[in-house]
């Protein structure tokens, strides 16, 4: 997914992502590891960036509804 939307920057098809970042995982001021991502939401945010998200009838059409509620 990070290979397409670069790929998609350089040719020009999509802008650079100016959004905020919202995938860094919560932790305490004191924790040790200071960095982390939730990944999911972090490909989530990349294919939105990319305009490669699926709609929910999509997800119900295809997957069922187990699935778009999982999802979303």
């Known amino acids: 997914m990070q290979a397409m939307l670069l790929v998609a920057i350089i040719t020009g098809k999509v802008s650079e992502p100016v959004s905020e970042p919202f995938y860094h995982l919560l932790q305490k001021k004191t924790a040790r590891i200071t960095y982390g991502v939730d990944h999911s939401a972090y490909i989530s945010t990349v294919a939105r960036d990319l305009g ?5 009838w999509e997800l119900v059409n295809d997957y069922g509804l187990h699935v778009m509620v999982c999802y979303r």
């Open 52 to 56: 490669a998200v699926p709609g929910l």
